[in-house]
């Protein structure tokens, strides 16, 4: 398994490569030069008639000529940019708006010039990132992903004693696929993966081993997605972010892999179709979804919403995760989120079954306080804000079921659904798990450095309204609150390597009244390609 795996990371760039060297070596070689015959000796030397120029050597293989009309390519493979293909007329505006979209997770204002190669009219570019982490944490509460996960107590060990961490698993590669577009229909896929595949971490029978945890970890699917656009309306089938808090538009900027507590963070199978209107002075974006339901056994997809403005002529700089730097245009979304849940009653052998539905909505915002604009990125300060309340929620966001189980059903009864979206009543009672987060932030980018050097912070706040009442108050292991904050510094060594340094606080408040902390200190190196 691990060489397969290794083989679906390592084939791709393998043919890249070999496309790069049979471009170049197609390319026509000329013939050496023709050496005049010697003169009989003794005799007069006779002036040799002009030799005729020589035939160019063809070029192996030479691409056939395209339709009249279309514009033909030198040679069967090509190496270059998005933005020389733009510039070329290959790629139109909107083909290259959505290409710039679909990398903008990972390369940021960058994306423009990830590699390409183009045959034909097809194109597909390479783009992702190397990361290097080293962490530190104060108690022993979390992996390299921290996400929503609950910080040890003082009185347990784990809570008593520090960690120190090393990896590269956020490392990231992703291909996009072009095809030509077809009677104006854009069609186009992406495949992205990274190395945070789930695995257990323990010594026990089964579980992986800390050493393979870290330095054989998983391959696992981001995103994998098909894309049809046309003028009218888009359509996008396959694993992608989640509409619910419009993903990832207006994710944090942060050292640490996200996502971060109270930060709505997750990408799942659906069916999406959306629509935007472009006009000079605003943006306006409307999108539905069918999504894969949290607990398949309902039967019925879960359902988002969402509505997207954004003010074109007022743009900030603004950086979403650790790499992804770029220009953007004050805006604010509204987004909304429907589901149903159907599990086995109470017995250990069922006769019935209960269902329950659940609403949830979200308010994004990002603002340039001090504005700036491409090539002019220094002296900027932006802001991002995120508002989301709903009930059964915990999928949502990372890692999190804050310590609720499904209740106090009977032994060898039959769960089909995750913990921390719902749980039973010692009456029988089915009940949504609720939360209540808001994530604000503030980027500063320094002046005279065109955002080469910047900071930031963030501060969340989660809470549940009803798991103190739903769990009884000497519960140890359940979430009642959550704080988190955290400072980082970022600096680009070249374009290609950036820098990272983060402090940050997790603060869990437990339904008995305990507040145990956890502090995290991140040192991360970033090869963005």
């Not at 070329?88 to 010039?113: C, F, M, P, R, V």
């Not at 010594?203 to 995103?223: A, D, K, M, W």
């Not at 059903?409 to 039973?424: K, L, S």
Request: net charge negative; charged share 15%; hydrophobic share 40%.
């Amino acid at each position: 398994m691990q060489r397969r795996q290794t083989f679906l990371l390592v084939a791709p760039l393998v043919s890249v490569s070999a496309l790069c060297a049979g471009a170049a070596w197609a390319q026509p070689v000329p013939p050496p030069p023709s050496a005049a015959p010697a003169a009989p000796q003794g005799a007069a030397t006779p002036v040799a008639p002009a030799a005729p120029a020589a035939p160019a050597a063809p070029a192996l293989p030479v691409a056939p000529a395209t339709p009249s009309g279309d514009a033909q390519t030198p040679h069967p493979v090509e190496l270059t940019t998005l933005r020389i293909l733009h510039d070329k007329n290959i790629l139109s505006d909107a083909e290259y708006e959505s290409a710039l979209h679909d990398l903008a997770d990972t390369a940021g204002a960058h994306a423009g010039e990830s590699t390409t190669v183009v045959t034909g009219k097809w194109a597909t570019t390479v783009y992702g990132f190397v990361e290097a982490d080293s962490i530190f944490d104060s108690t022993q509460s979390f992996n390299d992903l921290a996400g929503n996960g609950q910080v040890a107590r003082p009185s347990a060990y784990g809570g008593d004693h520090s960690r120190m961490q090393f990896g590269a698993r956020n490392s990231r590669f992703g291909m996009r696929m072009k095809a030509p577009e077809v009677n104006g229909i854009r069609v186009s896929g992406v495949l992205e993966t990274d190395f945070l595949g789930n695995q257990s971490l323990g010594y026990g029978t089964g579980q992986v081993s800390e050493n393979g945890y870290f330095t054989s970890p998983l391959l696992r699917i981001r995103h994998m997605y098909v894309k049809a656009e046309t003028d009218f309306v888009d359509v996008l089938m396959g694993q992608t972010w989640e509409l619910f808090g419009w993903q990832s538009l207006y994710h944090p900027n942060s050292v640490q892999i996200q996502g971060l507590p109270g930060q709505i963070y997750s990408r799942t199978p659906q069916i999406r179709i959306s629509k935007t209107i472009r006009t000079q002075p605003v943006t306006f974006e409307m999108a539905v979804a069918a999504m894969r339901p949290p607990q398949r056994d309902s039967a019925i997809p879960e359902g988002q919403a969402g509505l997207r403005l954004a003010i074109n002529g007022w743009t900030g700089a603004q950086t979403n995760g650790a790499t992804s730097t770029g220009i953007q245009p004050a805006s604010i979304a509204l987004t909304g989120d429907l589901r149903h849940i159907d599990v086995p009653n109470m017995l250990a052998a069922p006769t019935g079954d209960v269902s329950k539905d659940a609403a949830a909505g979200a308010v994004d915002v990002f603002l340039p306080l001090v504005p700036a604009s491409k090539g002019k990125m220094g002296n900027a300060l932006s802001f991002n804000g995120e508002f989301a309340s709903g009930y059964g929620t915990a999928d949502l966001y990372t890692g999190l079921t804050g310590g609720a189980t499904m209740g106090p059903v009977a032994a060898g009864w039959p769960q089909d659904m995750d913990n921390g979206i719902a749980t039973y009543s010692a009456t029988g009672q089915l009940n949504y798990i609720q939360w209540t987060s808001y994530l604000l932030g503030l980027q500063y980018y320094l002046p005279g450095l065109d955002g080469r050097m910047f900071v930031s912070g963030n501060f969340s706040h989660m809470e549940s309204s009803n798991t103190p009442t739903l769990f009884a108050k000497s519960a140890t292991k359940v979430r009642g609150a959550e704080d988190f904050w955290d400072v980082n510094l970022f600096g680009d060594v070249t374009p290609a390597f950036r820098v990272g340094l983060e402090y940050a606080q997790f603060i869990d408040h437990y339904v008995d009244g305990n507040s145990p902390l956890n502090q995290r200190v991140q040192l991360s190196g970033f090869f963005i390609y």
